[in-house]
């Protein structure tokens, strides 16, 4: 008989030997794994059942930052949508190793369901306990809401404001569930979200997607599933594509999540993804206003700049971020969440979220995979997170989005200096925000309380230069730039058609304390936890 010789007995050990050293390699990184992603709890579990010893590594049981600074002063918290955090672990583990290797130290909290107040007071006992400095909110989690009066119209909208001030009383007067006042605020930490969109409506099933249930279901086996992190509808990212023919499927929020991880990952380990420069795309209304480069020639040899009504066309944007690109963009544009509008003589010109990355919908030619890193958006409303926006679009759709900042109203980072200046220092973009906040923002609700941040807070700019600084405006020119910009955001005509926070409430019965829609939910919920 032909084939191969039995191996002799000391052979036959040698074998077994391998076989179980295989073994051993296999449970053990498995367990490192599930220890690095935090599958067993998220909390770091102590290698015996001993009491807990200090600088042993853990940061466990009544140990905190106050009495074992080494193990417990924590960076940052990432909160992660119960449902989801399973999912995504091999993710969060390189993210919370990367961190690491650069010298932070990041707690991975599941949570929810529960109210936005629950979740403050979740955020707030991380940071008396752990001193976290931060947190990341991944997933579908909830968001405050405000009302007031701005631009001589009545506005509604979501602000993450609330989440970063532990001291601040907010209001809500008339009991609409909107907060309606506060009092001064000071922000101690900072917050940024990877948020993802549950939509109760229809999704596209096809042979390449035969799975696609027909309601999206909240917390559902499929929404927290491989097919939803590993593929899309035709293989295709889906996340924000909602044109009327081609409703938006939301179980690819962790499609989104995965390949958003996965570039922050090659970022801190290779460097930038696109060219190291600055553009500044400022739209023809406003380049009377505005005096760039607003100190990114302090982060930036190059920077970019459109400076005569010829340079601020749609086709001059596109070209600027093909080819190439620029890491950092800050860009003046009239917007929608869908919209991004640019003035060309009187002829306006348009760019849909839909049309940011590759679209299974449009051809090639109707889309812009724009190559950009970081921007700073005075876009108002294009980071309403509530609903598919243009920041998500080029956070998650594009090959090169890491770090957004916009707003979720009317309103924008219009005097940006100390921002950028912090940034240029070294500082990463959720404790640049904080600085600019309690220095510019704090003072003006109805320019700056929508602001929010998409993606990674740890991030900083690697920029081209030495971060020799340029002075920032005086304080009077910023305020009487303030004035005049002012004129112009009442003359606009306000957004029609923006989400309400009587359809958030209805599409997130699960952030809210009625106990008749949460008897009806609960179940389904514990069922994926």
Known sequence: MYGVAPPERGDELFVRLVRLSCG?????LLLLVIRGCGLLSYFDAPPTNGSPV????YCTGSENYLTCPLDCDHDLVV???KSIADILGPSLMTYRWDLDKEGYLVRIEPWGPGTVEELKTFIFDQVYAYDVEGALLVGNLPTAWYEQISWGSYEEFPTDVFLQDGDATWVDADKNGIYDSHTELDLDIYVSRLPTLPQHEECESSADFPECPIVYEHGGQFYASEVCIYKCPSGLIEQSWSPTEHPDV???GTY?????????????TYGSLVDRSAFVFIDDEWLVFVQPPFTLDSIYTTVHVTTTLADSTKAKYVEMLSGGGAEFVYQWMHSTPDFLFIDEGHVIQEIHRTQIGDSPHRPSSETFNLESSFMNMFNCEAVRFTIPNLGMAIAFQTDYGLAILGSTKAGGMNVPDEFH????WGTPWGESFRIWYNLRGRDD???YLGMVILGDPLLALSGDTASWMRSARPETEASELAVSLRQTMIDR???VGLDTFGEYKESNPQFFEDEEILQEILPTLRQTQ
Do not use: Q
């Open 421 to 424: 200046a912090a940034l240029a």
């Open 54 to 57: 200090c600088e042993d590594g």
């Open 250 to 252: 939301e179980c690819c």
């Open 256 to 268: 989104f999540l995965k390949r958003y991880f996965d570039r922050v990952h090659n970022y801190r």
């Open 24 to 28: 051993l390699v296999a449970f053990v």
């Open 493 to 495: 005509s306000p957004t």
């Open 445 to 447: 609700d109805e320019w």
């Open 79 to 81: 909160v992660v949508e």
